[in-house]
């Protein structure tokens, strides 16, 4: 089945720095999300980029279908940032995601 | 619209017993899928329903079943617990085929 890995496992910055989180995949997918994991368990939506780039505020993502590849941007990162990051890809079309190990991102004040 | 629900929000079972969990999807969403998130296993995906019928099944036992309803709301089952069955059960809805995935908040199970 297809791999999804996710690079770093671990980011520790300090408030105010830029970070990029790196998605890569095995084949090609029909869908591409990225989800931010409160601590409280719920997988926030921050993405559906199964190609191109787009951003939302602080955030911004682009995903390279060709080369099986996804960059998660955060700018001027914030305490509210920390948890974890999960990229989570789609290839068959009956919704069943597969999920990467995830980034787990702390933000220090 | 509102999200999707998920009920209970947690849940303590004895090993043995079985469960029943809820997820509600956001109205208009016809397809529901299941996913099962342990520190040792992360995100695993269990199956997924679409107009009461299941597309897609994970590797899992079938101790793990569901259902989804003519509203679109799907239950899951598990049989004949075990402790290695203590996780936190997502639910997603989209409205078909590789659309974008909304999660519902969770159901923590622990088993003892």
């Known amino acids: 089945g297809i791999q999804v890995e996710q690079s770093p496992p671990d980011l520790i910055l300090q408030e105010g720095a830029n970070s990029t989180l790196r998605c890569n995949f095995s084949?090609?997918?029909?869908?591409l999300q990225w989800f931010h994991q409160n601590p409280w368990g719920q997988l926030i939506n921050l993405f559906y980029?199964?190609?191109g780039t787009k951003q939302n505020g602080r955030l911004s993502a682009t995903t390279v279908a060709t080369e099986r590849y996804s960059l998660l941007y955060i700018s001027s990162s914030q305490t509210t940032d920390s948890g974890v990051y999960f990229c989570?890809?789609?290839?068959?079309?009956?919704?069943?995601?597969?999920f990467g190990a995830g980034t787990r991102l702390a933000v220090h004040p | 619209k509102a999200g999707v629900t998920q009920t209970p929000r947690y849940l303590i079972k004895t090993r043995g017993q079985q469960v029943t969990l809820s997820c509600s999807p956001i109205?208009?969403?016809?397809?529901v899928s299941w996913y099962q998130q342990t520190p040792g296993q992360g995100l695993q995906f269990l199956f997924e329903y679409f107009s009461e019928t299941q597309r897609n099944k994970g590797n899992f036992p079938g101790r793990f079943s569901g259902r989804q309803f003519s509203n679109s709301r799907s239950e899951m089952n598990v049989s004949t617990l075990e402790l290695g069955d203590s996780a936190l059960y997502l639910c997603?809805?989209?409205?078909?085929?590789?659309?974008?995935?909304?999660f519902g908040p969770g159901t923590r199970l622990t088993v003892t």
């Open positions: 997603a809805s989209s409205e078909g085929n590789s659309y974008e995935q909304y």
């Open positions: 980029i199964p190609s």
């Open positions: 084949d090609s997918v029909n869908n």
């Open positions: 989570a890809v789609d290839r068959g079309g009956y919704n069943k995601l597969i």
């Open positions: 109205s208009g969403h016809r397809s």
